[in-house]
């Protein structure tokens, strides 16, 4: 069935270091990939998404790259601030149904 | 603007009580709504959907029933609450339900503790 895996459930960064947090997928559908963030005490929001293979796509400092070769929509940035510090979900658009990863918590010290 | 709006904001609860949850989006007509259930630190699991009034259909189950009595709101409710209801209750909408674009809007989630 479809899936999405997050491998690293907590990632502790020093401000200003480069961060890639994991999303891989399994999908029968043509994939749609999402990622969310969370910060603490409130609702999730959409981070950053696309369907287009090969082609980076950017938000707010943030970027992520579909690789449907290798099933993966990893995000990264390349200097983390201490206002990353939240919970990241990747999320796979399933038919009608939006399937979440596990989430991974960014936790960036001064 | 849209706006989606929750209350309560939390919800302290002894098991066995009755519990209900409401959501009101304003600023989009016939949206799709969501109910999904978080445990602390943890994934969102889809619990509800709804396309149209009246209608609801269930993803998993979980001792939970929601109903979509107006085009802008949607409820989630128990007769009787389980310790296993305790977590963050975040209703969403969307508005391109069955399409692979399909993007959430969440509220600001309701937090649930049961005693």
């Known amino acids: 069935g479809d899936s999405v895996t997050q491998t690293e459930g907590l990632v502790t960064l020093t401000k200003g270091l480069p961060v890639m947090l994991n999303c891989t997928y399994q999908t029968t559908y043509s994939p749609f990939l999402f990622w969310y963030v969370q910060h603490l005490n409130e609702a999730p929001k959409l981070l950053l998404k696309s369907s287009t293979d090969n082609k980076r796509t950017e938000h707010q400092g943030f970027y992520a790259t579909l690789h449907k070769s290798s099933s993966s929509f990893h995000l990264q940035k390349s200097s983390v601030q201490l206002s990353d510090s939240a919970l990241y979900f990747c999320?796979?658009?399933?038919?009608?149904?939006?399937?979440f990863g596990t989430g991974t918590k960014l936790q960036v010290v001064p | 603007a849209q706006t989606i709006h929750q209350w309560p904001v939390a919800e302290i609860k002894a098991v066995g009580s009755p519990l209900s949850l409401g959501c009101t989006i304003k600023?989009?007509?016939?949206?799709?709504l969501y109910w999904y259930w978080q445990a602390t630190g943890g994934t969102l699991q889809q619990l509800f959907y709804s396309i149209t009034v009246g209608q609801v259909e269930s993803v998993v189950q979980l001792n939970l029933s929601a109903s979509r009595p107006k085009d802008d709101q949607f409820i989630l409710s128990t007769e009787k609450l389980l310790l296993s209801h305790s977590g963050f209750y975040l209703c969403?909408?969307?508005?391109?339900?069955?399409?692979?674009?399909?993007?959430?809007?969440f509220g600001s989630g309701t937090r649930l503790t049961v005693l």
């Open positions: 969403a909408w969307s508005l391109d339900w069955g399409t692979s674009a399909e993007t959430l809007y």
């Open positions: 600023g989009k007509s016939s949206p799709n």
């Open positions: 999320a796979l658009n399933s038919g009608t149904y939006q399937r």
